[in-house]
Structures are given as structure tokens and as C-alpha cells.
């Protein structure tokens, strides 16, 4: 076994890496205190070496285990410091997605402020200077690539690392809780959201051949018609402006309906061609007389008829009859006064001769 | 009368005597034959577009997309006089209800007084102002009566129609009509469907329909109809079955479900829809609903029969009755996902019967309403469905109990808010369930000051609080110490009609005391008073007034001042600095002394004698004294020997000192 002194030394080496990747990860989390903590950096290496023979007795053994899981995590650590520790430890894998080129000098990844913490750090420790601040480089770079791999990735979690931890906690006596998520807001994508579609088909309908349309709807017409119409119903709400008040009045009919058509209202007439209203002379045919007064007195009748507007045909067509039944009902004075000529007719109804 | 020849006609005759373009009217696509280029010396091509009919209202509708809810201004039902303005929810609906008594009577006034209206000035002639006519033993009885009935849903007379119609005069297709048409209305009489108001309030008398209780007329006209054929159709089964289940006679269905497979009857889309429906009453545990599901809908596929979306939310209203959440849920994501592999859409009935699934009470969290907003933001499926409406209240309920979630609620607001979907909203009972989540959920969730101008835009006139939900409001304003809001809320708690409640009086004046007290750097000008400081005067005149008219008329009403209430305007205004106000709190509490409910608070007595001390003021200092000693607070003792030493009291003052002290319960332990 080493001696006492030599204990020591790797001790203090030990905790002299512990508080080089503290002073890492803080730099990487708190950019904006970068400065303060360089100047701490550089203060406390005098002031570590008492400060931490106080504390070793204490912490000796959480300290070494927690080195061993920070080195870990890097791959860099174990290079620079010889190995303290003889635990071959599984190393992340990386997944490199597109990322830029590292250059010797400048990375992409890492602030040019840390870059200078960086060149400030090394030159402190002036010995291992290139290679020191290589190797912070590299250990920067992986840690953003790791935080970058963490947060895009669901949590892969690797079976040795996972093992080890739990054999460290369990050494440590900590209490282990189930880390519980509370579920944050649903723009992280960590969150499961119930999908509506989440199951697959149970494949009812997969062999099915479905007749078209028009054989499978419904018979019920009348209970067709009625749901839509309370479906309707439902939707109206008391109207909400005038123009709503005015599609209710509009739907009722009580209301011109736009585009405005002078003729609405008006479409049984339409179908009705012009010349049935105009030539009534069919009407008198069969009755009247070709010459004389009553034939006279009709054709004012029809010509007066032909230019109304605002009769319908059926309704001309009624007139007509009137005076029809009329000149029936007065022949005899009709015949007395000489307006129809007198013959006997076998045709009764007819005034013509 | 001439009739003119048709614009359309006009321009299709022009078109083909230039002999130009050999194009059809309607098409969108002109073939141009230029067999003469003397007109132009590039042939350019002109596109008709293609001719969109509109409707009648369709330049109305565009219109009214337009205009959106105004919150500042009432409800476009009510006058826009400030006076006419309702504010609290009984006068809402009062006014509402009221104008359409007017249009009622109105109506009624036409029909009784007929005569009077004669004159047919309008052209085309109005039929919905004529006189509607009135069904006597007169009129003759015919089929096309009773169909004319029938279209215009007037049940009654439809019915006594049928009576006096001999069965053998309607033809079998009028009689099948019929029966649908009764099964359909279970022979009540509709509300006419120009009174809007009150359909608009009438669930909110009825409450929660009762879905398992049958509101069926059994052997009704209907089931005689159906008996008195000789032979039964499949549509006449269609028809009994379809009806039965509208109006929950789920046993009676089934049955004849059954006779109908028996008689060898295929049944259509609608039956199969209403045994869809009905599979989770005639069937208890969850595996038989399932496989009974199963059953139909591979019956369905084996006859060829497409199911469409309301056979997918009978299916899953049937799975919402299922026991056990686990299986309810997978059932209804394979049924969903199987619906959807055959083209159906899933409307809001659907999303609804989801929710009613996934969300149960007692039951694991699901946050499936996230997914469901998400689908409808992407595209708003049309009305299909009875349950459609039923979609936003049950939406934001499930955003306030279950998930609690304030950002899915401001989604969900902004999709009702859109003019086209304000249809979805139901009715009247409906919408206060909406706003009332919505409330309560902003109140909970939100700061003060977001609450607020939330609660500003939709109060009062989209929305007026109820009791309840207005104490949470004041609540959550006090529990945030925004004090500054709280002569508002006691306004608006006036203009709502709620200031008489006893309950809401004692949150606004609990509310009152969650200040500071008067702000020392702004300098208050004589005449001005700190608002915090006016409500707190204006309450205590306010239950006075309230109390005394109900006492000088005899009244019986459930406000009475609380040892509470009268604690909290005493600490207001000790706080404040207005003794006069709170002397006459003292007063007030030594009148009533033993009929206040709760107990007058210690500390708050403590500081008041300080005050009194302060002041020399010694009559007001002996009845908070006198308080103390009849509700026997502990350190009455000492409390009058500090009187007794700071204050100059006279003779008849120092007796009665004496005699409340005597009088006092001997103090067990020294405080």
C-alpha cells in the first residue's frame, strides 16, 4: 500500500480535480459570472491545500466517490490525471448530429467568453499549459455535446452507468426517491399526450364492402327532415347584431331576399308565357258572336284584359266566363233588342248563330 | 302580365349571335374560335369564372361574420339605454323573456282579433304575419292537412287530424310519415320556432336531462299505430325503434329489435344507430357492451351498411357507462381508430363522449383534451349531432377540475370566440356552466391584476357570476391582498343584485382587511376619501338600510349583521383612522349584543379601547367593555382596571364600571 505521504498527494490531486470540474461546470452554467469565479479560481489554490487537509478527514470517502463518477463522465479526465482509480468505467456514447467542425483554436460550441477562462485557467497552471487547455476544451465541448444529447433525446438510460450509480447510492446510504416528474407545460417534449388515435383498429371494418350511398340512407325521411330541423334549432341562438335579425326575418319570410329580384314571390307566374295573357280571343271563340255588339263589347273586354298586369290568366280566364254566363242569362233580352240575331240553335249555350 | 324575358337568356343569345365563343354559359372553360381576327390582333383570352350560386342569406351571413361580440355593450336582445340595461341574471332574463311575451302577444292579438287585419298591402304576400287557421269541427279533414301538419311540426293538430281521418283513407306511405313523425315528438307539442328566448332559457328549468328515466308514452299513439298494421314494415320498426330510444324506452326497443330480426327484417342505419345507443343500458358489465358493440358493427359490414358519425357517438356514449376506466378507454381508441380507417370524421359529440370517457371523476388523469383542441383548431368539424353542442361546457369543466390547466382554457376561449362557432355554445344553462369554469380557473390560476381585466371583459355582459362563483372571485382577490380591486367587486356585487347575500357581504368585507391601510404617500385632499374606506362606509349604511326597510315592513329576510362582518368594518376603519364610523360600529355591536351569530373578534376590541383611551372618550370605551364582559372574554378584569386608571370616567360611569366588573365571570387563570 502506498505510504501516508503518497496518500495525500493523490488525495489532494483528487480533490484538486474535484474542484477543477466544480469550477467547469459552474462556468458552464453561469456564463454571466464567469469573471468572478476565475478571480475565485485563482485565489483559492493557495488557500486550497490548508483548507482541504482540514476537510479530508471528513469527506475522504464521499469525495473519492464522487470523483469516480465525475471521471465518469469524461473521457479527458482520466488522461490528464493518471488513473486514481482502477474502475473501468463505461463512457456515454454520443450521438453526433450535425455539428460544426471543432478548429484548434476556436470552437463553435463553447463562448468565446469560456475560451478566455480557459486561457486565463491555463495560464495559471503554466506547466501543463497546452495540453491543459486542450484537454478543458474537449471537456467543455463534450459537456455541451452531452447537454445537447440530453435534452433532445428521451433518456436512454445505459445499463452499467445505471448500475454503478445505483451501487454508489446504495454504498452512500442516501435516500433514494424515484425522481417524479410533475408533468410541465406541453411545449417540452418530454410530456405524453393522450392521442386521440392512440390504439390501432381491432379491424371491424376491414373486410367490409360497403354498399354506396344512396343504398344505405335511411328510409326514415320524415325523421330525417325532423332531426335536421331540430339540429337547427339547436344552433339558432337570439340573434347576436342586425344582420343576424335580418337571416332569421330572411329565413321566415318575411324579408326581401338578396340578391333582390323584383319578381320573388312571383314564380308560379313566371312559368306562365306572355301570349296566354295576351290572345284571349280562344276564350270568346266558342260562344260569342262573330259580328255585333256583344262581339264588340267583348273585344274591348279582351283588349282591356290583354293589357292588365296585375290579373292572372285563371283570373281573366273567370271574367270571361262572367260575362259568358251573363249574356246566357239575359238572351232573351239580348234577342228582343236585336243584338243577337234571332235563330233558333240547337246548341243553347252558344250565342253565335 | 308580361314576363320578362330572363337576363340570363338575354346574354346567352348575344353570345351566340357574335359567334365569338362557343362557350356553355356555365362552364368555366371558353373555347374561342376566332374565325374572324378583324376585332383584335391579339386573341385574348377572357375566363368567365364559374357561376356561384348564393343563397338568400349568404350576403348576410359574409356580413355578419363582420361584426364581433362587443363586450363593452348588453347583448343585441336589449335596448342600448344605460337604464335598460340588464346586469345581474334574473333581470336578464326577465328582459329577454319579457320581449318575446311582447312579440307572443302581439301574435296572439292577430289571431284573436282577425278581422281587424284585412288589408294584404305587402307584395309578395307575408304568410308568417296572416292568421294562422284555426283547426275547428269545420274544417275539412284531408291527408294533405294532416301532411301539411306534419312539415310545419304542429303535433296537436296533427294528432286530431289523424283521429277524425278514417284509417283506411291515408295511404301507407302518409301513415308511415306519421308514425315517424309521432315517434320522433313522443305527441308533445313543440315550441313554436319563433320563440327563441325560450328555448334559449328552458333548459335551464328543466336542468340535466335525465337520460335513464323513460319519458316514453307506452302504448301511446304511436304503439297503436304500429300495432293497428297489418303488415309491419322495417320502416315501421325503424321508426318505433328510433323513437323509443330518443325517448329512453332503452327495454322496449330492444325488444322490438328483436321481433323485427325475427320477423327477418334488415335493419337500417338509424335502428342500428338507436341499439347503439342503447347497448350500455340493456347490457350492465363492461365485456357484454363491448361484445354487444362488436356485434352490430360487424352486422353493419356485413349487410353493407357505411356507419357514419353518429353511429360512432352512440357507440361511444354506450362505452362511457362501462365500469371499469381501463377498458372503457381502450374500447374507445380502437373505435376510434377503426372509424376512422373507413373515412369518418369525428364531430364535437365525439370529442365529448372522449372526454366523458377518459376524464372520469374518480379516475386516472388524462390529458386527452390537449390532443382534442389541438384537432379542432386544425379544422372545426361541422353540427352533425345533437351532442355537439354539448362539447365546450363539458371542455372547460374538464379544463378546471381535471387538468387545471389556464393556457388549453385561453385556446379553447379563442375557438368559442371565432363568430361561427358561437353556435356550439347550446343554451343559456349551458353557457353559465361554460364561464363559470372558465371563472373560477382564471381566479385560481392568475394573478390579480390578469384576473382582472379578464374578469372586466366578460362581466357583465357576456357573463354574470352566480353567488358561489362571485364569493370565489372575491376570495382569490383577498387572498392575493390586491385590495385595490375591492370597491369594484363590491359595486359590481350591487349591480348584480348579490349585495343582499349574506354569505358574499361576509367575503367582501374579509376581503376589505386584507390591506395595509391607507398609503402614506399619497396625499389624500379633504374631500376625497381613500375608496377602500368609502366601501367600507358604504356596506355598513347599506345593510342598515337593508335591515330597517325590512323590519318597517314586516319582511322576513335572511341578512343580519354577524359578529364577523361588524369585527372587520370595526378593523377597517380603526385602520383607516375613522373613529366616528367605527363608534358607531360600537354601538351597533352593543345594541345587538347577543343576537350576533359569530363572535366579535378580541384584538380587534383591544385596539378599539386603545383608540377610546386615546381619545378620553369614555362612553363608547364602557360598551366595548360591557361587549366583553357578556360574551365573557377572558381579560375583562384587567382591560377595566386600564380603563378605569387612563380615563376620567364620572360617577354614574365608574358605578357602572363597577357593576360590569361585578357582574363579569371571575377570570379563572390571569391572561
Redesign the interface.
Known amino acids: 500500500m502506498a505510504t501516508a505521504l503518497q496518500n495525500t498527494r493523490m488525495l489532494l490531486r483528487r480533490t484538486l480535480s474535484v474542484k477543477k470540474n466544480e469550477i467547469l461546470a459552474r462556468n458552464i452554467c453561469f456564463t454571466s459570472t464567469l469573471k468572478s469565479k476565475k478571480d475565485e479560481g485563482t485565489l483559492k489554490k493557495d488557500d486550497e491545500a490548508k483548507e482541504v487537509a482540514a476537510k479530508n478527514a471528513k469527506q475522504k470517502e464521499a469525495k473519492a466517490k464522487l470523483n469516480m463518477l465525475l471521471e465518469a463522465m469524461s473521457k479527458e479526465s482520466q488522461k490528464a490525471f493518471p488513473a486514481e482509480s482502477e474502475l473501468a468505467l463505461a463512457t456515454p456514447k454520443f450521438v453526433k448530429k450535425n455539428k460544426p467542425l471543432k478548429t484548434k483554436l476556436i470552437s463553435t460550441k463553447i463562448d468565446s467568453e469560456m475560451l478566455q477562462a480557459v486561457e486565463n485557467v491555463s495560464k495559471t497552471f503554466s506547466k501543463e499549459n497546452e495540453e491543459l487547455k486542450k484537454n478543458l476544451i474537449a471537456k467543455l465541448e463534450s459537456i455541451t455535446d452531452e447537454s445537447e444529447v440530453a435534452r433532445l433525446e428521451p433518456f436512454k438510460p445505459d445499463k452499467q452507468k445505471t448500475a454503478d450509480l445505483n451501487s454508489l447510492l446504495n454504498t452512500l446510504k442516501v435516500d433514494v426517491k424515484k425522481p417524479k416528474k410533475k408533468a410541465p407545460e406541453s411545449h417540452l417534449a418530454a410530456v405524453k399526450i393522450d392521442n386521440v388515435y392512440g390504439a390501432d383498429p381491432s379491424g371491424i371494418f376491414r373486410n367490409a364492402n360497403f354498399k354506396e350511398e344512396s343504398g344505405t340512407v335511411s328510409k326514415l325521411t320524415t325523421w330525417e327532415i325532423l332531426y335536421q330541423k331540430e339540429l337547427e334549432l339547436l344552433a339558432t341562438q337570439p340573434p347576436s347584431n342586425g344582420f343576424q335579425q335580418m337571416i332569421l326575418w330572411t329565413k321566415q319570410g318575411k324579408v326581401w331576399q338578396f340578391p333582390i329580384d323584383n319578381e320573388q314571390g312571383l314564380e308560379e307566374e313566371a312559368q306562365v308565357g306572355f301570349h296566354e295573357h295576351v290572345f284571349l280571343e280562344p276564350y270568346l271563340k266558342p260562344w260569342c258572336p262573330r259580328r255585333g255588339p256583344v262581339r264588340h263589347f267583348m273585344e274591348l273586354i279582351t283588349v282591356g284584359l290583354s293589357k292588365n298586369p296585375y290579373l292572372t290568366v285563371a283570373q281573366k280566364k273567370e271574367h270571361i266566363n262572367w260575362f259568358r254566363n251573363f249574356f246566357d242569362a239575359q238572351r232573351s233580352i239580348l234577342i228582343e233588342t236585336g243584338a243577337i240575331p234571332d235563330v233558333p240553335s240547337k246548341s243553347p249555350p252558344s250565342l253565335s248563330a | ?4 324575358p330572363n337576363l340570363n337568356s338575354l346574354i346567352v343569345q348575344h353570345l351566340f349571335k357574335n359567334g365569338r365563343f362557343h362557350s356553355v354559359w356555365k362552364s368555366g372553360r371558353p373555347v374561342v374560335t376566332n374565325n374572324r381576327h378583324s376585332f383584335s390582333s391579339e386573341a385574348k383570352e377572357i375566363v368567365i369564372p364559374k357561376y356561384i350560386p ?1 343563397g ?6 359574409a ?2 361574420s363582420t ?1 364581433k ?1 362587443d363586450p363593452t355593450g348588453p ?3 336589449f335596448h342600448d339605454d344605460p337604464y335598460l340595461i340588464p346586469a345581474s341574471n334574473h333581470a336578464k332574463r326577465t328582459y ?1 323573456l319579457a320581449q318575446e311575451a311582447g312579440r307572443k302577444a302581439a301574435s296572439w292579438i292577430k289571431q284573436e282579433h282577425a278581422d281587424l287585419f284585412n288589408q294584404r298591402n305587402a ?7 296572416s292568421p294562422v287557421e284555426k283547426l275547428t269541427e269545420s274544417t275539412p279533414m284531408t291527408e294533405d292537412l294532416l301532411k301539411k301538419y ?1 312539415r310545419t ?1 304542429q303535433v296537436a293538430n296533427a294528432i286530431h287530424v289523424y283521429g277524425k281521418l278514417d284509417s283506411s283513407e291515408i295511404r301507407s306511405a302518409t301513415k ?2 306519421f308514425l ?2 309521432i ?3 313522443n305527441e308533445e307539442d313543440q315550441l313554436s ?2 320563440l ?2 325560450e ?2 332559457f328552458r333548459s335551464g328549468v328543466k336542468g340535466m336531462r335525465d337520460q335513464v328515466k323513460s319519458t316514453w308514452k307506452s302504448n301511446g299513439l304511436a304503439e297503436r299505430i304500429f300495432s293497428g298494421l297489418d303488415t309491419k314494415t322495417p ?1 315501421a320498426y ?2 318505433l325503434i ?1 323513437g323509443m330510444v330518443k325517448h329512453g324506452q332503452a327495454v322496449g326497443a330492444w325488444e322490438h329489435y328483436n321481433q323485427m330480426l325475427a320477423d327477418g327484417f334488415q335493419p ?3 335502428t342500428y344507430n338507436s341499439i347503439l345507443k342503447i347497448s350500455g343500458i340493456i347490457r350492465e358489465d363492461g365485456e357484454y357492451i363491448i361484445s354487444l358493440i ?1 356485434d352490430i ?2 352486422s ?3 349487410a ?3 356507419p357514419d358519425v353518429r353511429s360512432l357517438n352512440a357507440a361511444l356514449q354506450s362505452i362511457s357507462r362501462m365500469p371499469i376506466t381501463r377498458v372503457a378507454r ?1 374500447k374507445a ?6 372509424f ?3 373515412g369518418v370524421k ?1 364531430s364535437l359529440g365525439t ?1 365529448t363522449s ?1 372526454l366523458k370517457i ?1 376524464c372520469r371523476d374518480k379516475g386516472p388523469r ?3 383534451l ?3 383542441v389541438r ?1 379542432i383548431e386544425n379544422e372545426m368539424p361541422p ?4 351532442e355537439d ?1 354539448t362539447f365546450f361546457s363539458e371542455a372547460m369543466k374538464n379544463c378546471n377540475y381535471h387538468l387545471d390547466d389556464v ?2 382554457a385561453k385556446r379553447l376561449h379563442s375557438l368559442l370566440s371565432s363568430s361561427q362557432n ?5 343554451d343559456s344553462y349551458k353557457e353559465s356552466v361554460y364561464y363559470r369554469s372558465f371563472l373560477l380557473l382564471l381566479s385560481r390560476a392568475e394573478g390579480p391584476e390578469a384576473f382582472m381585466e379578464m374578469y372586466r371583459h366578460l362581466v357583465p355582459h357576456i357573463y354574470t357570476p352566480e353567488q358561489n362563483v362571485f364569493e370565489n372571485v372575491i376570495k382569490s382577490i383577498s387572498s392575493s391582498s390586491a385590495i385595490q380591486y375591492v370597491p369594484e367587486l363590491w359595486s359590481d356585487a350591487r349591480y348584480f343584485e348579490l349585495s343582499e347575500r349574506d354569505s358574499v357581504l361576509e367575503a367582501l368585507l374579509e376581503a376589505l382587511t386584507c390591506g395595509s391601510g391607507p398609503d402614506p404617500t399619497i396625499v389624500i385632499d379633504k374631500n376625497d376619501v381613500d375608496p377602500v374606506l368609502a366601501t367600507a362606509r358604504a356596506i355598513m349604511s347599506h345593510v342598515n338600510q337593508v335591515i330597517k326597510t325590512a323590519e318597517e315592513k314586516d319582511r322576513t329576510i335572511s341578512l343580519r349583521w354577524t359578529g364577523s362582518m361588524l369585527g372587520n368594518l370595526m378593523k377597517l376603519f380603526l385602520q383607516y383612522g375613522d373613529l366616528d364610523s367605527a363608534d358607531e360600529v360600537m354601538i351597533k355591536v352593543n345594541q345587538l349584543k347577543n343576537q350576533l351569530s359569530s363572535y366579535f373578534p378580541l384584538a380587534t376590541l383591544n385596539i378599539f379601547i386603545e383608540k377610546c383611551i386615546e381619545r378620553q372618550n369614555s362612553a363608547t370605551a364602557l360598551m366595548a367593555i360591557d361587549y366583553a364582559a357578556e360574551m365573557g372574554y377572558e381579560n375583562v378584569t384587567t382591560m377595566a382596571q386600564r380603563i378605569s386608571e387612563q380615563l376620567k370616567l364620572d360617577e354614574k360611569q365608574q358605578q357602572k364600571l363597577s357593576s360590569i366588573l361585578s357582574n363579569a365571570p371571575a377570570p379563572s387563570e390571569a391572561s
Open positions: 302580365m308580361m314576363s320578362c348564393r338568400p342569406t349568404d350576403i348576410l351571413e356580413l355578419a361584426v361580440r347583448h343585441y336582445k329577454a307584395e309578395p304576400f307575408i304568410e308568417a304575419f306534419i311540426s308511415q310519415s315517424e313523425f315517434s320522433f315528438y320556432e319563433e327563441i328566448e328555448r334559449w320502416e325503424h321508426a328510433c337500417d342505419l338509424m362488436d358493427l360487424t353493419m359490414a356485413h353493407g351498411i357505411k381502450e381508441s380502437r373505435l376510434m381508430s377503426d376512422k380507417s373507413i369525428p370529442y372522449l377518459f388524462s390529458n386527452i390537449i390532443d382534442i384537432r353540427i352533425q349531432d345533437v353542442v393556457q388549453l358561437q353556435v356550439f355554445i347550446g
